[in-house]
């Protein structure tokens, strides 16, 4: 399966590799998502193989963008969070491309392929100027767009905020870990944000993950100056964006 106009897109979490083809004019995904666990451990053989598995069920014969929670740099894993260790050094481009018979294959971080499909068709569609996409989950991930060019890698949840990593401080899965109210919680979000604002001086932040989804609870409750919005894709992002990068060429 191939058709004009769409793109396909594999999201590789800690728990999951998603994936599924996009309409590129809408963003919208055309089938039902596949997924498949992550394997564990998730080593490059054993998630590129579940890779080739999630294609192999879509029936897709083209092009495939690939994203991971990694630092990626001309197809090469330079860092590994919630994957296996044994990925840092590893050529995910060519490892990838292997497992799916020599197809092209377009690798980048999580994050960026998130902003990528925010900025495209979701929160910032509209927006221009510098726009700060952050995710917050396990970690805290960034994407940095800017009139809508993508400046890969920024990994900002790794800042220093009152000396503490700004994903230590207000990361969602900080706010389970110790109990926080959402007030509380969104103290600890407002100052990683006043941090930010104050280096990069963005017109907006985009706030995704899944605790995204409850944005009306913490949202209004912050005390930066730049105004913050929901992401709208939610769970979509990670594959619309890697649809994108592979069709754009566009490879960190």
Known sequence: ???????????????GVKGAAVDLATGELVQERIKVPTPQPSTPHAVAEAVAKVVAQAGWDGPVGITMPSVVIGGLIRTAANIDKAWIGTDARALFSTALGGREVTVLND??????????????????????????????????????VLMPNSELGHIEVD??????????????????????????????????????????????????????????????????????????????????????????
């Open 163 to 252: 000396g503490r990593e700004a994903e230590h401080r207000a990361a969602a899965s900080i706010k389970d870990k110790l109990g926080l109210s959402y007030p509380e919680w969104a103290a600890e979000v407002s100052k990683v944000l006043v941090t930010l604002e104050n280096l990069f001086w963005p017109n907006v932040f985009v706030a995704g993950g899944g605790i995204s989804r409850d944005y009306q609870e913490w949202i209004p409750l912050l005390t930066n100056r730049t105004p913050v919005v929901a992401a709208d894709l939610k769970n979509t992002a990670g594959i619309v964006g890697a649809a994108m990068a592979v069709s754009a060429g566009i490879a960190p």
């Open 111 to 148: 994050a960026d392929a998130a902003g990528l499909a925010e900025d495209r068709y979701g929160a910032a569609k509209d927006l221009s100027g510098l726009v700060m996409l952050l995710t917050f989950g396990t970690g805290i991930g960034s994407a940095v767009m800017y009139h809508g």
């Open 1 to 15: 399966m191939s058709a004009r106009g769409h793109a396909f897109g594999i999201d590789i979490g800690g728990s």
